[in-house]
């Protein structure tokens, strides 16, 4: 990990359920080499937290909607989190 690594907790409201959300979320931490998970949440909503540079991190949520038609974030709740040492992976959770 990092020395400037931080982790952040993102909830997101709109259209972000049923237009692929979790799986460009997933993508985009991997290819920004960010670690953590995404989850829809019963309300139509989805959470995420993401560890990395913050640097990195920055850049998550503009790659999860870029070039989508479908995607809408209209509202997101933000704030930082402990580090998980020994997370190695991002994960999508709720199948």
Not at 15 to 37: D, I, N, P
Not at 73 to 95: A, C, N, W
Request: aromatic letters at 12%; one cysteine or more.
């Amino acid at each position: 990990m990092e020395k400037n690594s931080i982790r952040c907790r993102y909830h997101f409201y709109g259209t972000v359920q049923g237009v692929g959300f979790r799986y460009r979320a997933k993508y985009a931490a991997q290819l920004l080499e960010l670690t953590g998970w995404v989850e829809n949440q019963w309300d139509g909503s989805v959470i995420g937290e993401v560890q990395g540079p913050v640097e990195m991190i920055h850049r998550w949520v503009p790659t999860i909607s870029a070039g989508s038609q479908w995607i809408e974030i209209e509202h997101m709740d933000q704030k930082q989190m402990p580090l998980v040492p020994d997370e190695r992976s991002f994960t999508i959770r709720g199948y």
